[in-house]
């Protein structure tokens, strides 16, 4: 596809763009197929705003819309002259929360520049995305991509060999399509019978390990909904992998991050849960967690109360409490904490899963580990923790995070499960400052990533569909280009200090915080607090220098 085709209208001089933390300024407007860029070409500022495409969540025309109207009433109205007499204003609203505004001149121009921006910010073809064109001048082709992968992971974790063993009965995607080609699963079990145990969970993913606790021997498995439906159905070979896990043990736990009542309704519709009858070693535990539509709806009403201008505090709490993100942030943390609680402090396995097994189960085993283990907290550790339990596990952030909170389209996969995850590890961050070894700075960075990027790394839905795009062949990896020493001091934490316990968060409503470095990043008064916290950073980063040089 040539992006010329859906480009009338490539560059307008005179148009005025104004934006969050700026004042106005005039400027030329150029579009092409993956940017917009905007130059005020005056020689004393020579400021420059680059605009990725996909950023794009939403666009707002104001006089265009009459326009349009207009025309439409009457065709033969004097087109050309009455558009280029008119001007126009487009309202732009960014997936990372920016509200940027365009005065255009000439009405025509700016219908041309609205249909355009619209156009080139929904395609959907992954091959044509701005990361198979990004050519970072500090990188090579040849760089490996990713930080690790499963074989290397289970290389790493020596403990793990005399019981478990790296798997390779997924390598042609024909077993899971959501899984990696490499899965760490008990060694007493065969590949023909992870077949059997993959047809009876859905979308084929099996209990596989995820997390080894060195301290007790314990582990974290994470799969899918067993497929037991109306009439029970059982898998001998299902209840025998479980059994492997727990051992001689007298009981493991399984996490269902739905309500009872979701679980049965499950059953009725082909899926269900694991049954006291035949997995009697086994104890089950429901934590209901939102997904899909409801926690869309719960982000774009918490944007809603950001943007809200009222000064009226009490009228803003009550939007911030009906949003309910927040309890959807302590759910999660609670959800994590037991789970992180059964590991360490009980000492059993657990099994967490929900129905797919590709979002709530994701977030709370990334969660737990960063609880439990002291090498997720650095920052190497965190990134390589997300690369593992959502990039290789399957989340689907094409679908997930194809649009944000301001998007006028019908809700249809999106749901903020990644961001979700992000804003726990900052009430983390924030409620243990010297536990972890990255800033705010890198949660940041990676929740605007994740919806629009020059990087590959949040491309598809899962390994196979990364591989069959040559994702990893044609594009550069964001953990990768973060860990450059041009980039990591930005993101590190200066007052990060290892820790080999677990870190237990409060998740009393008190204890939790918005996350106003992200839902409130383009405020005045957000803008004012980075700045303080930059100068504090820069002071401690030069102490920490001056006490080295002692």
């Not at 959907?124 to 990004?134: D, R």
């Not at 062949?473 to 290892?498: G, I």
């Amino acid at each position: 596809m040539e992006f010329s085709e859906h480009i009338k209208t490539a560059n307008v001089e005179d148009v005025v763009l104004q934006q969050p933390l700026h004042t106005s300024i005039k400027g030329t407007l150029c579009i092409t197929g993956h940017h917009l860029l905007f130059s005020d070409r005056e020689e004393e500022s020579c400021q420059q705003v680059l605009l990725l495409l996909r950023n794009i969540d939403a666009v707002e025309k104001s006089s265009v819309e009459n326009l349009l109207n207009y025309f439409s009433l009457f065709p033969n109205a004097g087109h050309s002259n009455r558009a280029t007499e008119s001007s126009g204003t487009i309202v732009i609203k960014c997936k990372d929360l920016r509200v940027l505004q365009l005065d255009i001149p000439g009405m025509e121009q700016c219908l041309n520049i609205a249909q355009s921006i619209e156009t080139l910010s929904c395609l959907n073809c992954v091959a044509e995305m701005y990361p198979f064109f990004y050519r970072p001048s500090n990188a090579s082709a040849q760089d490996p991509w990713g930080l690790s992968t499963p074989e290397r992971h289970y290389t790493e974790m020596e403990e793990l060999h005399e019981r478990w063993r790296l798997s390779t009965v997924n390598q042609d995607y024909s077993v899971c399509t959501s899984y990696p080609p490499a899965v760490i699963v008990p060694k007493a079990i065969g590949d023909d019978a992870l077949k059997k145990v993959a047809k009876f969970r859905q979308g084929g993913r099996f209990p596989v390990l995820c997390y080894y606790h060195k301290k007790n021997g314990t582990v974290i498995l994470r799969g899918s909904q067993p497929l037991t439906g109306a009439n029970r159905k059982r898998c001998l070979e299902d209840e025998l992998l479980l059994q492997i896990v727990i051992g001689d043990s007298d009981r493991g736990y399984i996490i269902d991050t739905r309500s009872g009542q979701q679980a049965q309704q499950a059953r009725m519709m082909g899926g269900g849960f694991e049954s006291k009858s035949c997995y009697s070693n086994w104890k089950r535990l429901h934590r209901h967690m939102e997904r899909g539509k409801t926690l869309q709806e719960s982000l774009i009403k918490l944007v809603e109360a950001c943007g809200d201008k009222s000064p009226n505090m009490d009228r803003w709490l009550s939007k911030l409490e009906n949003s309910k993100w927040l309890s959807h942030v302590q759910t999660a943390m609670s959800t994590a904490g037991l789970l992180a609680e059964c590991v360490e402090r009980d000492g059993h396995s657990v099994l967490v899963h929900g129905s797919e097994g590709t979002d709530s189960t994701l977030l709370i085993s990334t969660l737990a580990q960063l609880i439990l283990d002291p090498s997720c907290r650095t920052l190497e550790g965190f990134l390589k923790l997300l690369e593992r339990e959502f990039v290789q596990a399957g989340h689907p952030f094409q679908q997930r995070c194809s649009h944000s909170a301001f998007s006028h389209a019908r809700i249809q996969q999106e749901c903020p499960v990644f961001l979700l995850l992000l804003d726990c590890v900052w009430q983390l961050w924030r409620q243990f400052p010297l536990a972890l070894g990255f800033s705010e700075a890198l949660l940041l960075r990676l929740a605007t990533e994740a919806y629009a990027s020059d990087y590959g790394t949040f491309l598809c839905n899962s390994d196979m569909e990364r591989c069959a795009l040559q994702v990893k062949d044609k594009t550069h990896c964001l953990f990768r280009a973060l860990l450059q020493p041009s980039e990591r001091e930005q993101y590190t934490n200066p007052l990060y200090e290892p820790n080999e316990l677990a870190i237990w968060p409060s998740v009393h409503p008190q204890s939790l915080q918005l996350w106003r470095g992200y839902f409130l990043r383009w405020t005045q008064q957000t803008r004012h607090l980075e700045l303080v916290q930059e100068e504090i950073r820069n002071m401690v980063i030069e102490w920490g220098k001056m006490a080295l040089s002692c």
